[in-house]
């Protein structure tokens, strides 16, 4: 039933994450398309024009690079349990939004996917409840995902990609997007995109012009057009029948008093330049001078040159005062404009109707080599940026590095005992005793005893007599809430570490008395004791509590004390192993590997607190071995073997060494002897015996 939640949580990922990273990157590169769609949807909802163009841009890029950078995470399995709650969160949003589209119909496409991949609004409610069921099972059991990198190294993961997502977006908005998914693309033969086949079902259209004069606007159709006195204010092409819809069927050019160019323009053998704003109320005018310079280019060598805009004649006026320009003003829709280049004002170069060069208001081709004829140049020849070659430069810039660094990392992670140039020999390491490997504490419990002044009189002289004397092991002392954020001022934890003996199964809120993991790590405290006996037996702590202390702890970079151990009755019972392991399973044995690296173990026999009574060697000894034991068939040998696991019975200066001596026996959990600071050191002290 394990490895069937494990398969089935990371097959649900394996199936988000490739959707949401490529429906991210595809309205990533295209800013403006992902804008025009927004304003689609605020048009369907009555907010049309209420809204900044400034922020449904912001809207446009922030979106696409949420998904795309959630898409990236949740494939490397990138902080689990946020990243997994918030794509089941941003999923449900846009399930709820689509469902709205499906029943009310606003849009004709959802915009998903760009322009890449055109979806029914059927066909993307249905991808989004899938998409929500298999975010909806990841966020249920987030720990269960594999990691692809490690926790340490994820950082350049989180931003790098946001980095890279953001600055194709930058670099399209700038220049032009990366890949045109639009039928006037470059290479797209215009005309013959608009060509039906004499087979094919034929489609009709209207296109219906918006005229005025003398303050009076009225819609005509080409049958009734009127003649030049009414003013061109806007047109819009439907279609009244449905039938085959070529790639291109909503491009007309129109002259300013209303005559069709469509096909004379399109029609032209050789070079013609399109300047194309949809309108020229919001077009960048910084540039006129380089578009200029390319009009009078083009009619030194006779190349014809018309500029396309749904804007009125007011609009055209103003722009020829501002720049002085002479070329020709045709109209042309809008949304067609906005399709044929995601510019405004921006520059194509067809011949022969079909398109050989796109450019940006930004990015306009150098005046400096217009010099010679067009079939002379590099710009009059079809680019060789293939889509091939542009998958591979994306390779290379950012999937290759993300290889790169997984193989990498995952080479450390499986040789991640190399702590330097000492630990640089791996047969030797493994040739050495498993026991040299593992962590030596021996760690202090106060419990409820010192008051402030003696527990910070007693921390000094522990710290004291350790810093003159050096300690062959770690040591830590756990201290009464109260007594930590005193005694962390005192205690230099490079010598001695600082420990709480508890926190709260709650990270914050109303619950009056209580602790919280954030609070117990804010006062410097690097460990906590949890699953002590006596909270167990004294305040009911049961495995489910314990199974929350110790996450919350561990989400705080606390290191975890777990304390575990049998009744003198069910030593008797010889149950001690079903006890112990029981503990472990109901409390800690849900964490992964690389959590569990945090958890130190703390065998305690309850019979044997502040009883006097201790464990013989052999019989703590052979329990410890059955703690490891368990430790391995759950994580691995490896993990187990590397397990700091301690003793917690009424551990002595005078039987430490004996205990300590046992090779599954790594330290101690001290009560009554750690209060005193000549008996505590006695103890660390065994570990040079």
């Known amino acids: 039933?394990?490895?069937?939640?494990?398969?089935?949580?990371?097959?649900?990922?394996?199936?988000?994450?490739?959707?949401?990273?490529?429906?991210?990157?595809?309205?990533?590169?295209?800013?403006?398309?992902?804008?025009?769609?927004?304003?689609?949807?605020?048009?369907?909802?009555?907010?049309?024009?209420?809204?900044?163009?400034?922020?449904?841009?912001?809207?446009?890029?922030?979106?696409?690079?949420?998904?795309?950078?959630?898409?990236?995470?949740?494939?490397?399995?990138?902080?689990?349990?946020?990243?997994?709650?918030?794509?089941?969160?941003?999923?449900?949003?846009?399930?709820?939004?689509?469902?709205?589209?499906?029943?009310?119909?606003?849009?004709?496409?959802?915009?998903?996917?760009?322009?890449?991949?055109?979806?029914?609004?059927?066909?993307?409610?249905?991808?989004?409840?899938?998409?929500?069921?298999?975010?909806?099972?990841?966020?249920?059991?987030?720990?269960?995902?594999?990691?692809?990198?490690?926790?340490?190294?994820?950082?350049?993961?989180?931003?790098?990609?946001?980095?890279?997502?953001?600055?194709?977006?930058?670099?399209?908005?700038?220049?032009?997007?990366?890949?045109?998914?639009?039928?006037?693309?470059?290479?797209?033969?215009?005309?013959?995109?608009?060509?039906?086949?004499?087979?094919?079902?034929?489609?009709?259209?209207?296109?219906?012009?918006?005229?005025?004069?003398?303050?009076?606007?009225?819609?005509?159709?080409?049958?009734?057009?009127?003649?030049?006195?009414?003013?061109?204010?806007?047109?819009?092409?439907?279609?009244?029948?449905?039938?085959?819809?070529?790639?291109?069927?909503?491009?007309?050019?129109?002259?300013?008093?209303?005559?069709?160019?469509?096909?004379?323009?399109?029609?032209?053998?050789?070079?013609?330049?399109?300047?194309?704003?949809?309108?020229?109320?919001?077009?960048?005018?910084?540039?006129?001078g380089d578009i200029d310079q390319i009009y009078e280019y083009a009619q030194d060598f006779g190349y014809p040159f018309y500029y396309l805009t749904a804007s009125s004649q007011k609009a055209i006026k103003n722009w020829q005062d501002i720049t002085g320009a002479k070329y020709k003003f045709f109209n042309t829709d809008a949304t067609t404009l906005k399709t044929i280049i995601r510019s405004n004002p921006g520059l194509l170069l067809l011949k022969d109707g079909v398109v050989i060069r796109k450019w940006s208001h930004n990015d306009l081709p150098d005046t400096g080599i217009l010099n010679k004829p067009l079939a002379e140049t590099e710009i009059g020849k079809m680019p060789d940026d293939s889509i091939p070659g542009k998958v591979v430069k994306i390779?290379?810039?950012?999937?290759?590095?993300?290889?790169?660094?997984?193989?990498?990392?995952?080479?450390?992670?499986?040789?991640?005992?190399?702590?330097?140039?000492?630990?640089?020999?791996?047969?030797?390491?493994?040739?050495?005793?498993?026991?040299?490997?593992?962590?030596?504490?021996?760690?202090?419990?106060?419990?409820?005893?010192?008051?402030l002044q003696e527990g910070v009189a007693l921390t000094t002289e522990i710290n004291n007599a350790l810093k003159g004397d050096k300690p062959n092991c770690d040591v830590v002392i756990c201290t009464p809430f109260i007594h930590l954020a005193s005694v962390a001022n005192v205690l230099d934890q490079n010598v001695v570490a600082l420990g709480a003996e508890n926190c709260a199964d709650k990270e914050k809120g109303a619950y009056t008395g209580e602790v919280s993991a954030e609070m117990v790590k804010s006062t410097g405290a690097k460990y906590v004791i949890l699953g002590h006996s006596e909270r167990r037996q004294y305040y009911n702590e049961t495995p489910e509590v314990l199974k929350e202390k110790v996450l919350l702890a561990l989400k705080n970079g606390l290191k975890v004390i777990f304390c575990i151990g049998e009744t003198l009755e069910e030593r008797e019972a010889n149950k001690q192993n079903e006890v112990v392991k029981a503990e472990l399973e109901g409390s800690v044995f849900n964490l992964s590997a690389e959590e569990f690296e945090n958890i130190v173990i703390a065998y305690e026999p309850i019979w044997a607190i502040g009883t006097g009574k201790t464990a013989t060697s052999d019989q703590a000894e052979e329990i410890h071995a059955f703690v490891r034991s368990a430790i391995a068939e759950k994580y691995g040998k490896e993990v187990a073997e590397e397990t700091t696991i301690l003793y917690g019975g009424s551990c002595k200066a005078s039987n430490a060494p004996e205990l300590f001596a046992k090779p599954d026996i790594d330290g101690g959990l001290i009560g009554g002897a750690s209060l005193k600071a000549a008996d505590f050191k006695g103890i660390i002290d065994a570990w040079k015996k």
Not at 110 to 115: A, L, M, N, R, T
Not at 267 to 273: D, E, S, V
Not at 413 to 424: D, I, M, P, T, V
């Open 1 to 288: 039933m394990e490895l069937f939640k494990t398969i089935a949580v990371n097959m649900c990922r394996l199936a988000v994450a490739p959707v949401l990273i490529f429906s991210g990157f595809v309205k990533a590169v295209d800013p403006l398309g992902t804008q025009y769609k927004i304003q689609d949807y605020l048009e369907a909802l009555s907010m049309g024009g209420i809204v900044p163009d400034w922020i449904t841009l912001a809207a446009s890029i922030s979106i696409s690079a949420l998904e795309f950078c959630l898409g990236i995470f949740l494939l490397f399995a990138i902080r689990r349990r946020f990243t997994s709650k918030l794509i089941c969160l941003f999923i449900a949003v846009m399930t709820i939004i689509t469902i709205w589209i499906f029943i009310a119909d606003p849009v004709a496409d959802c915009g998903c996917f760009g322009d890449a991949v055109k979806l029914s609004n059927g066909m993307t409610l249905a991808k989004n409840l899938v998409l929500l069921a298999c975010s909806a099972v990841v966020a249920w059991f987030p720990l269960r995902m594999k990691r692809a990198i490690s926790k340490s190294n994820q950082w350049i993961v989180i931003n790098y990609t946001i980095v890279f997502i953001l600055f194709s977006s930058a670099y399209s908005l700038y220049k032009l997007p990366m890949f045109d998914f639009r039928p006037y693309h470059i290479g797209s033969d215009i005309p013959k995109s608009m060509e039906i086949p004499k087979e094919a079902p034929q489609p009709e259209f209207e296109t219906t012009f918006i005229m005025e004069k003398n303050g009076v606007r009225k819609e005509f159709t080409l049958d009734n057009y009127p003649d030049s006195t009414w003013t061109f204010i806007d047109s819009k092409t439907v279609q009244t029948k449905t039938g085959y819809v070529p790639p291109i069927h909503d491009f007309s050019i129109q002259e300013i008093g209303g005559n069709d160019k469509t096909n004379e323009i399109l029609g032209h053998r050789g070079y013609t330049f399109l300047l194309i704003s949809p309108y020229l109320e919001h077009a960048d005018d910084s540039n006129f």
């Open 395 to 451: 390779f290379l810039w950012f999937i290759l590095p993300l290889l790169l660094l997984t193989i990498a990392d995952r080479l450390w992670a499986w040789s991640r005992w190399l702590k330097g140039k000492e630990h640089s020999n791996k047969i030797y390491k493994l040739i050495k005793n498993r026991k040299k490997m593992r962590k030596k504490i021996v760690a202090g419990n106060w419990k409820m005893n010192l008051n």
